[in-house]
């Protein structure tokens, strides 16, 4: 993994309390503004660290590799689904310009964007669970959606998505995921 690029702002209303948090590829650092230039670096490795360690907790091991995700595929199908729903073939592929996965029901194939990659579990188990349910259901109509939400953080995960697209300018259309008919 790369270093980061790192933004350090100070703040005279803050007095002790010192935290880090991702805007777009850099990491903001909040500091106190009296602290001194040597407990700025102690704090700025500390706080990136930290961010680290909390974002790789988030990850899903199913960002691992195909045969992960195939794995995360069964277990969603069984809790939320149905087993039966489980593809042929799942895989990564790379950046997607309009989608954040594809399904194909004819063939029973799923292709997750590796942009998903380093998004917290239960947002890819969301897409997960959305591109299974088109191996049953290939339009986005009510009883569609009604299956997507057993998934429990269904839309708090729909708004996670939107959030990221819009704040990183991608141009992600939701609606057409599916690539033929049934």
Same mark, same amino acid.
């Given at each position: @993994?790369?270093?980061? /690029? &790192? ?25 106190? =503004?009296? @602290?001194?230039? /040597? +407990? ?6 500390? @706080? ?18 195909? =045969?992960? #995700? ?5 277990? #969603?199908?069984?809790?939320? #689904? !149905?087993?039966?729903?489980?593809? +042929? ?20 194939? &799923?292709?997750?964007?590796?942009? #998903? ?7 890819? !188990? ?10 049953? &259901? =290939? ?16 839309? /708090? ?14 141009? &992600? ?10």
């Amino acid at each position: @993994m790369s270093e980061p /690029r &790192i933004e350090v702002r100070r703040s005279k209303r803050r007095v002790r309390t010192v935290s880090a948090y991702r805007e777009g590829d850099k990491v903001v650092v909040l500091l106190p =503004a009296r @602290m001194s230039k /040597r +407990e700025e670096l102690h704090w700025v490795d500390e @706080m990136v660290s930290r961010l680290q360690r909390s974002e790789q907790r988030r990850r899903s091991p199913a960002g691992e590799s195909d =045969a992960a #995700l195939l794995a995360r595929c069964q277990h #969603l199908a069984k809790t939320y #689904l !149905d087993p039966a729903l489980v593809p +042929e073939a799942i895989r990564w592929v790379p950046p997607m310009r309009t989608r954040w996965a594809s399904c194909t029901p004819s063939r029973r194939t &799923i292709r997750v964007s590796s942009r #998903l990659r380093e998004a917290p579990g239960w947002v890819l !188990d969301y897409v997960l669970v959305h591109e299974l349910t088109h191996l049953k &259901i =290939a339009a986005h109509d009510d009883s569609f959606w009604e299956m997507v939400n057993r998934y429990p953080r269904a839309e /708090r995960a729909i708004g996670y998505l939107e959030g990221l697209a819009a704040a990183a300018g991608w141009p &992600i259309d939701e609606e057409a995921d599916t690539e033929d008919s049934e």
